[in-house]
Nanobody
Framework: QVQLVESGGGLVQAGGSLSLSCAAS????????MAWFRQAPGKEREFVAA????????HYKDSVKGRFTIVRDNAKNTVYLQMNSLKPEDTAVYYCAAESSVVVTSKPYEYDYWGQGAQVTVSS
């Protein structure tokens, strides 16, 4: 069992930066692939970024490549999402997720545990 708690987010103007953190409970954080998803009003939840258990494999949604960075610190049981050059279309609730397989996947149904979400709003 893993509990995930997001923090960070908020309101920023277009072109600005925000950082999200996701703290995980338990002693087996390093056993989980971690990911960030987002969901805008009226839209389906979509993949943003994922990182392998060791951090050696990282995948991004095409539209955030070069702007977002996912990093994990297994000693602190935390995964981060640094978001730069934010655009209004990045506005959404961002969710942290964990899955116990070895495969880094962008499919939300593969993820076993989810955080409560953090609001990110980018004004134009």
């Amino acid at each position: 069992q893993v509990q995930l708690v997001e923090s960070g987010g908020g309101l920023v103007q277009a072109g600005g930066s925000l950082s999200l953190s996701c703290a995980a409970s338990g002693r087996t954080f390093s056993s989980y692939v971690m990911a960030w998803f987002r969901q805008a009003p009226g839209k389906e939840r979509e993949f943003v970024a994922a990182i392998s258990r060791s951090g050696g494999s990282i995948h991004y949604k095409d539209s955030v490549k070069g702007r977002f960075t996912i990093v994990r610190d297994n000693a602190k049981n935390t995964v981060y999402l640094q978001m730069n050059s934010l655009k209004p279309e990045d506005t959404a609730v961002y969710y942290c997720a964990a899955e116990s397989s070895v495969v880094v996947t962008s499919k939300p149904y593969e993820y076993d545990y989810w955080g409560q979400g953090a609001q990110v709003t980018v004004s134009s």
